[in-house]
């Protein structure tokens, strides 16, 4: 063990994701275990400003590997990214003898992560926690299981409704940036088309595809990410029901209910291994990479890496959509 090591600070920041705690309770017992503090921060990189810190023991996490949110709370800070702001961040960590910093969240989170760990050469690991999906050097964030999962089930009750009705259903989802949770769900659900940012949106040819299909259908399902250029799920609905016939549409907008909830097995032991890994990372003195899991391997990427932005979106599978939903 790196014998400067015996103090490690932990937040998380961003928008939360299920899994999160689970990460947090990882954190925790792996440094207990090695005999290392560990300082929690109150309302992430904010709270890192304003000196929210708390001990941390292994009791201090029990019972909390099931629960929604996070224990720690978050912000999206707008002072952190801030010179003056970033620099008091860093002179609270050495006032309170931080030897490193884990941070939880997504590419925001990143993104201050690796430019407060640049700036001063802190130690600085980060686990990937967005029901995004959208962070490369993981195959999944912690979050993005769980999320995926509450909009299957939501839009199969959807689909109920609509099948008794013969009604056209436009279901927006989250993904400002990126169509990770349209696309999954959207294939998971039997959706009619799904519509992201990654992929430019073609009203005319939903239009044509909507009033051309090869059998009458009673119920139509369209995905909409809430990033998708051509509009939010209102938008779309709008221009579309403007000229297809048949079909009565309704909208739903399924918003943060996807962020809550209790966490999934695949989350928990994702964010298990991710943070149990953070730990011994700081301890072997790497510093400035996002721990993730490709191919069930533990992988290190730098944060500049990290977040690129750089989607996995597979052709294939649209097309395969397009062929299963005749
Ligand atoms: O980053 C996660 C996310 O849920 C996005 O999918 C969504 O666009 C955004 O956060 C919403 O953020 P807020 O809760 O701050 O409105």
Known sequence: MKKSLSRIALLTSGGDAPGMNAAIRAVVRSAAYHGLEVLGIMHGYEGLIN?????????????????????????????????????????????FKADGLIVIGGDGTLRGARDLGTKFNFPVIGLPGTIDNDLVGTDMTIGYDTAINTVVEAVD??????????????????GKDAGLIALRSGIAVGAEAI???????????????????????????????????AGGAFE??????????????????????????????????????????????????????????????????????????????????????EVLSL
């Open 236 to 321: 779309i609905a709008e221009k579309v029901t403007a000229k297809v016939k048949g079909y009565e549409a309704r909208v739903t907008i399924l918003g943060h209910i996807q962020r809550g909830g209790t966490p999934s097995c695949m989350d928990r032991v994702n964010a298990s291994r991710m943070g149990y890994e953070a730990v011994n990372a700081l301890m072997k003195s790497k510093q400035g990479v996002m721990v993730g899991i490709v191919n069930k391997e533990i992988t290190y990427t730098p944060f500049e890496q990290a977040v690129k932005h750089i989607h996995r979106l597979n052709p294939e599978l649209l097309k395969m959509l």
């Open 51 to 95: 000196n929210e810190f708390i001990k941390l023991q292994a009791s201090s996490v029990a019972n909390i590997i099931q629960r929604g949110g996070t224990i720690l709370k978050t912000t999206r800070s707008a002072r952190f990214v801030t010179e003056a702001g970033m620099s008091r961040a860093h002179k609270n960590l050495k006032a």
């Open 157 to 174: 009750k959807i689909r109920d409704t609509a099948e008794s009705h013969d009604r056209l259903f436009f279901v927006e989802v989250m």
């Open 195 to 229: 519509l992201m940012p990654e992929s430019p949106t073609n009203i005319e040819a939903l239009i044509e595809k909507l009033q051309n299909v090869k059998r009458k259908k009673s119920s139509k399902i369209i995905i909409v990410a809430e990033g998708d250029k």
